[in-house]
């Protein structure tokens, strides 16, 4: 979604980074860049006013004058700045003391309302909850069965009343209760566009169930509308918090940016594609460094922790090391990595990355094919590819809808990859594994088997009384000692 925004602040700052000292002329210059780079990005004309003149404030004063490096010390006021137009701080969900915690989901019809209702439960899920959702759509055809469609992917119950939307969100309510959910989600109906009868409707449900959370779904694709509309919903029912859909896609981000400074009210969740696990709650900070090129770790991290067993990763890290990582081990690794997401939404995450390999069209059935050759392969094959001769390739290739030469250059890869790893560890490495395992001995750590016997050899000789010859021994009683020898 910010790409060419990110695009447009790396090419400013570039520029801002050359300079050993920056004047008043440079900083006004930086000033209407960003101003019309912001414009451009379709963000609010008053946001972008007052985000602008805020920054200009800052980078006027005495800290970016005497720094070293005045382009990095302007990097980062603009950074915190939009920070604090994107919301400042994530939005942290709390329960409720008796539940259920109740959530209304508002917007306008097509905005998502209803796939995003079940993400919503997804999400709440995850955190260890049991969430009901409402169906009290009754106005668009088979509303209320995409939405129990939905809940059965995701194993959350659905309910819904035919009756009318009143009486559906309460009779839900109370279903709630009584089956002991402690969250219910409610998708309510939406309009083309905004009227009294929506209004009203989406009033008498919300002093029905007087909500802990309201959330207005809103579709990043429509720009400053989306800003507009979320100003009426506000005026109706205080919204708590904005749920962005499509932020994948290629808006240029002005409701993003725009909505918080408007309206009041943080973005709280992100849509980031189609799949009911492409949700996250929206981090501030987080989305600042992403469109100033700096990546996203935490989030990155974050994912890798969702589907990598903290002990699987150890296991296959150690398998790298000593070369004994097989094509079965790099079939499990390329899974969790998939399950991540796109590969483009990861390399964008990187910080670092060049541009042109942030916008390059990265093939995601490559991974098919790769895997598809893996699993064209025997066991042997996988654990001992060296084997894999003329005729074995012809095979391997026939099976996965490849070529051989394809075959023979992943089998070359992965044979250069278990070198490389193999040379990481050197003399140093081993070294520094063998100081390890002693810690851990002294520790009563986990050690390897012949590294245990001679932990216990060496305590048991630190124990031992040292082994003196009978002269010695009659030397000692000769003398006038305060003790008396063992045994004597």
Sequence with gaps: MFESLSDRFDGIFGR????????????DEAMREIRLALLEADVNFQVVKDFVARVRERCLGSDVATSLTPGQQVVKIVDEELTGILGGETLAITFAPRPPTVVLMAGLQGSGKTTNSAKLASWFKSQGRHPLLIGADLQRPAAVEQLRTLGDR?????????SDPVSAARAGLEEAKATGRDVVICDTAGRLSIDEELMDEIRQISDTLEPHYTFLVIDAM???????????????LELDGVILTKLDGDARGGAA?????VVGRPIAFASTGEGLDAFEQFHPDRMADRILGMGDVLTLIEKAEEVFEEEQAEEAARKMLEGTFTFDDFLEQMAAVRKMGNLSSIVGM????????????????EMGRIEAIVRSMTTDERNHPEIIDGSRRARIAKGSGTSASQVAALCKQFGEMQKMMKG?????????????????????????????????????????????DEALIQQLEDQDLPFRLPGR
């Design 16 to 27: 801002l980074r050359g300079k050993g000292r920056l004047s008043e002329g440079d900083v």
């Design 154 to 162: 995701i194993d959350v119950p659905v309910f819904s009343d035919p």
């Design 222 to 236: 429509t720009g400053q509308d989306a800003v507009n509309t979320a100003e009426a919903f506000h005026e109706t």
């Design 257 to 261: 940016l725009s909505v918080k400074e």
């Design 350 to 365: 990187l910080p670092g990355v060049p541009k042109e390999l942030k916008n390059a069209d990265i093939d995601e059935g």
């Design 424 to 468: 990481l560890m050197g003399p140093t490495f081993a070294k520094k594994k063998a100081k390890k395992n002693r810690k851990k001995a002294k520790k009563g750590g986990r050690v390897t088997a012949s590294k245990k016997q001679r932990a216990l050899q060496q305590k048991n000789a630190a124990t031992q009384l040292p082994q003196l």
